[in-house]
């Protein structure tokens, strides 16, 4: 399977805006791609053709890569709802609402069935898969059972990209303690480090750069901007969005904006190492 997996050092990391930006720069180069991510959880929802609901943020990538949004993107959503309880949809099938705890004893032979079924069906049709992980892939207490980040890695046989939020300070010794606490079959996955919303002049990290890639081996595949006027809606969160520019495409404006801070060439060398990480 050709495509990598975004992970994140932690939620909001802007796993979902990376995913969509590489979605339209493939694109744009004439790769027939799709997003994809197994498991969301996410109040905000959206409806396919067919009248099946998915991730708003999955159909929201589907659109940057120029494709119908399908239900195989993202055949599992878990919607929270009252009691800590949170609906469940298998491909659109509702179940629930059902507690957290029952959920993760009940249901992970099925969410990998789910995976497995979803990839290959995408697979068939695409020539690239953009995968989108969740949270952290160094929730050390949940790995024995999660079905979205590096399990599906796994699978699906990709290679990874881990995301840090710099906005929130503590970038550097998030990207240290995460890679730190994966396995040694997992962190041999992680091919390239994407500082996400920076401000200021990107010059004045370049010390952290070289201190991230010396300490951990792994290269910075990019330091990119924060962008306050994307125009493109959140994942899971209800925040304000500033409108773009009138006359632009929200995703071309986007792919440009992430692509001229990226090492575009080490992303497409490690989309070609796919098939070969086990």
Same mark, same amino acid.
């Given at each position: 399977?050709?495509?990598?997996?975004?992970?994140?050092? +932690?939620?909001?990391?802007?796993?979902?805006?990376?995913?969509?930006?590489?979605?339209?720069?493939?694109?744009?180069?004439?790769?027939?791609?799709?997003?994809?991510?197994?498991?969301?959880?996410?109040?905000?929802?959206? @409806?396919?053709?067919?009248?099946?609901? %998915?991730?708003? =943020?999955?159909?929201?990538?589907?659109?940057?890569?120029?494709?119908?949004?399908?239900?195989?993107?993202?055949?599992?959503?878990?919607?929270?709802?009252?009691? %800590?309880?949170?609906?469940?949809?298998?491909?659109?099938?509702?179940?629930?609402?059902?507690?957290?705890? &029952?959920?993760?004893?009940?249901?992970? =032979?099925?969410?990998?069935? +789910?995976?497995? @079924?979803?990839? &290959?069906?995408?697979?068939?049709?695409?020539? @690239?898969?953009?995968?989108?992980?969740?949270?952290?892939? +160094?929730?050390?207490?949940?790995?024995?059972?999660?079905?979205?980040?590096?399990?599906?890695?796994?699978? &699906?046989?990709?290679? +990874?990209?881990?995301? &840090?939020?710099?906005?929130?300070? /503590?970038?550097?010794?998030?990207?240290?303690?995460?890679?730190?606490?994966?396995?040694?079959?997992?962190?041999?996955?992680?091919?390239?480090?994407?500082?996400?919303?920076?401000? /200021?002049?990107?010059?004045?990290?370049?010390?952290?750069?070289?201190?991230?890639?010396?300490?951990?081996?792994?290269?910075?595949?990019?330091?990119?901007?924060?962008?306050?006027?994307?125009?493109?809606?959140?994942?899971?969160?209800?925040?304000?969005?500033?409108?773009?520019?009138?006359?632009?495409?929200?995703?071309?404006?986007?792919?440009?904006?992430?692509?001229?801070?990226?090492?575009?060439?080490?992303?497409?060398?490690?989309?070609?190492?796919?098939?070969?990480?086990?």
């Amino acid at each position: 399977m050709n495509g990598l997996i975004v992970l994140g050092t +932690a939620s909001d990391s802007g796993k979902t805006m990376i995913c969509t930006a590489l979605c339209r720069i493939l694109s744009d180069e004439g790769v027939r791609v799709t997003p994809f991510k197994s498991q969301n959880m996410s109040g905000f929802s959206a @409806t396919t053709e067919n009248g099946e609901e %998915m991730s708003r =943020a999955q159909f929201i990538q589907a659109y940057a890569a120029r494709t119908k949004p399908s239900i195989y993107m993202n055949p599992i959503l878990l919607k929270p709802v009252a009691n %800590m309880k949170s609906e469940v949809l298998f491909f659109g099938e509702k179940i629930g609402p059902i507690a957290g705890m &029952a959920y993760r004893e009940q249901f992970f =032979a099925r969410g990998i069935e +789910a995976i497995k @079924t979803s990839l &290959a069906k995408l697979t068939g049709m695409y020539e @690239t898969v953009i995968i989108e992980g969740a949270g952290s892939p +160094a929730e050390v207490n949940l790995n024995d059972r999660e079905i979205v980040n590096m399990r599906v890695a796994e699978i &699906a046989d990709v290679p +990874a990209v881990l995301v &840090a939020d710099i906005d929130r300070g /503590g970038a550097i010794a998030s990207i240290v303690g995460t890679l730190q606490l994966l396995p040694p079959e997992h962190r041999k996955r992680v091919k390239a480090i994407i500082i996400n919303k920076f401000h /200021g002049d990107a010059s004045l990290f370049q010390e952290g750069i070289e201190f991230i890639e010396s300490y951990t081996g792994v290269p910075v595949a990019g330091v990119i901007p924060f962008k306050v006027d994307h125009g493109i809606e959140e994942e899971d969160m209800d925040r304000p969005v500033m409108k773009a520019p009138e006359g632009i495409d929200v995703y071309d404006a986007w792919a440009k904006h992430v692509k001229a801070h990226l090492n575009w060439p080490l992303i497409k060398e490690i989309l070609s190492q796919s098939g070969e990480m086990k």
